[in-house]
């Protein structure tokens, strides 16, 4: 049976000078990292399709994007794999001192409200300095992730609002902003600047429903697909092509898309 020792093995012979992959040898950490973030969301969809031969595929791939990065790491004399495996362990160790030391929590708040009081430590120990309540957050994270993160760092500070309905306001009132906006004739960078406070303001209210906005929007893009597909095929039964097409004609057949796929969600 295979073991993380033939992974690190088969790595170091793609990365050798003389007689490994020329591919693999001329990568840099820079160059590695859109593929983790697409194998990342590669593991995120085979979740979602419940097809777990193909997760456990994908989830190799993800490994292999660690191993990969460990391998550069140790030809630069900086960290090996043990290292990084080292590293996670004992943070998970200090992380967890009721489970691996004698703490006890009242309750799951209490246990949260400790976990970020050690997360603020280790940043502190990390930089040396104390750091700002939003500081560590990822700035490669997806955006839509990031405003999350910085809104639950926001709220543990108190800067939020109790409950939903203040949050409804917040994008009626973002909305109008950008209305007015286009009335005057507005640049684009202040479009922009607008659009954004949608954005986030409407991720605010995501996070106020305990609804993951990246979730949903990948759900709804699933949705879309599925609704201009069965367009397609429609259309192709009356041998017409889209851009034939008047925009009555097209909103028809949408809302007669959306009504087939509430039948059949199977098409």
């Known amino acids: 049976m295979a073991d993380i020792n033939d992974l690190l093995s088969i790595m170091a012979r793609l990365r050798d000078p003389e007689a490994g992959c020329p591919w ?44 990969f990065y460990s391998q550069i790491a140790r030809e630069e004399e900086r960290f090996d794999f043990s290292d990084v495996v080292a590293s996670i362990s004992q943070k998970l160790i200090r992380r967890h001192p009721h489970v691996f030391a004698d703490e006890h929590y009242a309750s799951e708040a209490e246990q949260k409200e400790a976990w970020e009081a050690l997360k603020a430590e280790e940043r502190e120990d990390k930089h040396g300095l104390p750091q700002g309540r939003l500081a560590g957050v990822a700035q490669a994270l997806p955006s839509l992730q990031r405003s999350v993160k910085l809104q639950k760092r926001a709220a543990r500070a108190g800067f939020d609002w109790p409950e939903v309905a203040p949050v409804f306001d917040k994008i009626h009132e973002e909305l109008n902003e950008l209305t007015r906006e286009l009335y005057v004739g507005a640049p684009i960078d202040r479009l922009q600047d607008e659009l954004g406070d949608i ?12 609804v993951e906005p990246d979730t949903a929007l990948r759900s709804t893009n699933k949705k879309f697909e599925q609704r201009f597909a069965h367009m397609e095929q429609q259309l192709g039964k009356q041998d017409k092509q889209m851009e034939e097409c008047s925009l009555e004609e097209l909103e028809a057949l949408w809302q007669s898309a959306k009504l087939a796929l509430e039948t059949d969600p199977h098409g």
Do not use: M, W
């Not at 001329?26 to 419940?50: L, N």
């Open 24 to 67: 693999d040898r001329k990568q840099t950490y820079s160059s590695i990292v859109p593929h983790t973030i697409e194998e990342a969301y590669e593991v995120a969809d085979a979740i979602a399709r419940e097809d777990y031969i193909d997760l456990r595929d994908e989830l190799g791939d993800l490994l292999l994007q660690v191993v």
């Open 199 to 210: 954005l986030f303001a409407v991720t605010n209210l995501c996070r106020h429903l305990k």
